[in-house]
């Protein structure tokens, strides 16, 4: 039988729109349909703008310090409108971009929300209001950020990523709940412009799925910054009191509950894959915990249908979920190739930033694997004091046995950039004997890593 595709993708994100280039890339007749803007929660409402706010709020706390590099800059100030507007741009710069690789790799994109009608049908409501057909079918509908049933979380003020990214003025007081990526990026930017933060985590630590010592390091670093860090508080209630939030919360170990007030709370505990009206249920596609299951092929399990990105859950990156369409368009295209997890990197960009990939000491040690590890501080390194980022370390994890990297912990400057070359290494199984005869540009911030290595090897030079 004849599809009118033969491929189509529902959700134009990182995962559906990588996954419809990678497709027509291959000659494959695609359509992309999207509800709202193509580039998905990364783009409009994610990784992009926000890294366009923590960049306003870097340049104005680096203004504040010019002093320190002997430059005198009188008057600083930031215009808050501006730093909105800056933001707003990048991103329909960045969406354009998108737009135009669409019409370049001839995908059809139909406007509208799609919905699973069978096998090998959909239908699309809205301004492309059309019935199709495609031999195969990515699901690629992304997350939606989660609201926890906390008592008082529909009330005013009340905000998730969603809603903050839009905001008018910086919040005189700013309680977050949740000190995973979300919370500690507006935690830090609207710390940086002035306002009064507290961070709110049920967890012991912030981070809670990062290394120990990293999620210790960040969170004195923060506090030092002035942002107000209760691990071990689990929210119960959102109220109000004297024209404020007032949130109540849990502390572990404590008999009573305490308050804290602010203006504005940014609920901030994570995200679920969105599946409401895409008919995936009625069609059979298998959901758990929320999320789209698949095999190690992201393969539904169903006719042609493949499901990759925060759909399917685990690390809600959008760098997994391009990985994923590769996958999966290959495998559409009669490969049979596994996705494989091991490598994924994670990255934060408050200041400082943090960086891994692969397993922790900790991660390792729960699955019965010996480690070695090595350690080195950016401090006494030359290229640091030159630009001032003396903060963080970073921390290397072998197996024991053989040498081979497992994982890389980082926090300080620039390691968002530099944890691909550590990916690299983890996700060939370089040894750590490899990667410290890798010649690393001195000076630079890399040196860190290649110290850490050194470390982990027993000999580290700078220490
Ligand atoms: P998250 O799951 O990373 O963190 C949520 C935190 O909220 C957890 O630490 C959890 O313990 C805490 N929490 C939950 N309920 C609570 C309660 N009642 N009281 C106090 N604390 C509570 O989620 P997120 O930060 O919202 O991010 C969502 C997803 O988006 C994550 O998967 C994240 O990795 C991804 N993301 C990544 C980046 C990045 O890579 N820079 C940036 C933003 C988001």
Redesign the pocket.
Known sequence: MGYEFDVAILGGGPGGYVAAIKAAQRGLKTALIEKGSLGGTCLNV??IP?KALLASAAAYTSAKAARDFGVTVEGVAFDFAKIMARKARIVKQLRGGVEYLMKKNAVTVLAGAGTLTGAHSLGVAGEAERDITAGAIILASGSV??R?P?PGIAGANVVT?DEILFWDAVPPTLAV?????????FAYFFNALGSTVTV????PQV???EDAQLAAELATSLTRQGIAVQTG???LEIGDADGKKSVR?QPAGAEEAQRVSADVVLV????WPYTHGCGYEAQGIPIAHRAVTVDAYLHTGVAQIYAIGDLIGG???AHKASAEAAVAVDNITGARRAMHYHAIP????CCPEVASVGLSEAAAAEQGIEVATGSFPFRPLGKALAIGEREGFVKVVSRKTDGVMLGVQAIGPHVTDMIAAATMAVQHGLTAEQYARTIHPHPTLSECFHEAIEAALGHPVHM
Not at 177 to 185: T, W
Not at 268 to 271: D, K, L, Q, S, Y
Not at 346 to 349: C, H, I, K, M
């Open positions: 994610g990784c926000t950020p989660a926890p906390i990523s709940i949740g000190a995973g990526a979300i919370g500690l990026e709110l985590e049920a967890l981070l809670p799925a508080a689990t929210v919360f901030a505990t994570g995200r690390m809600l990156l994670t990255a934060l960009y």
